[in-house]
């Protein structure tokens, strides 16, 4: 019996090392591979959050020195963080605070840097037409009209299509294009929501031109009686 069981232990032990001597390394390799990748997202999500709390510091830094108004810090904080942080989401809207707080203290060169850096860099759409919307903003300050044009006829997502149309029909005004510059504003009152306090603005600028965007009721656009009504009268 003992016999037995060692042969079938035997038959066994050399059915294993068959399979082992066959698949051995595949299942080696496969193991590496998946404690491989558990290691990899391990070490990922403790990097992104690292990498995060780092960027939200640096981000502070920024936000304190816009808010003291001190320029050089301001400059090397952004700086920092755009060499060491750029992809992050904190980066960008780091330089859109550092643009605003440049124009607002006279540095415009600057403000268009970051604003362009935003452009180029920013992997988020909205972040990038904010960008674009400001930059506008500023060239038509300086007369750069055909910029600023240029930079709002880039693509933008569905949610700013009204506010660049308001700001492309500012540029038309401004160049003496007093019909592209209404058919801009209509686009935009019409894009924008019945309730936007913004769409108010935008008529007014309608009713300057002598426009009125709301529908009037004509009585040709009313109802007519019915014979059935006009008989009881």
Known sequence: ??????????????????????????????????????????????????????????????????????????????ADMKDKFGSTTYAQQAALLAAKTFYEKGNADAARAALGWVIDKAGDDGYQALARLRLAGILVETKAYDDALKQLNASFPKEFEALVADRKGDVFLLQGK?????????????????????????????????????????????????????ASK
């Not at 496969?30 to 558990?38: M, N, P, T």
């Not at 997202?41 to 808010?67: G, I």
């Not at 935009?188 to 306090?197: G, N, P, V, Y």
């Open 1 to 78: 019996m003992a016999k037995h069981l060692d042969l079938e232990e035997q038959e066994q032990l050399d059915q294993i090392k068959h399979f082992w001597k066959q698949y051995g390394n595949l299942i080696t390799w496969v193991l590496i591979v998946v404690f491989g990748s558990i290691a990899a997202w391990n070490f990922y999500n403790y990097w992104n959050r690292s990498q995060s709390a780092q960027s939200a510091n640096m981000y502070e830094q920024v936000e304190r020195a816009a808010k003291g108004s001190d320029m050089a810090v301001l400059d090397r904080a952004l």
């Open 178 to 230: 007093k019909a592209e510059a209404r058919t801009e504003y209509e686009k935009s009152f019409k894009a924008l929501d019945d309730r936007a306090e913004y769409r108010r603005l935008v008529e007014v600028k309608l009713n300057a031109m002598g426009v009125d965007p709301n529908p009037v009721i004509t009585p040709a656009n009313t109802p007519a009686k019915s014979t059935a009504t006009e």
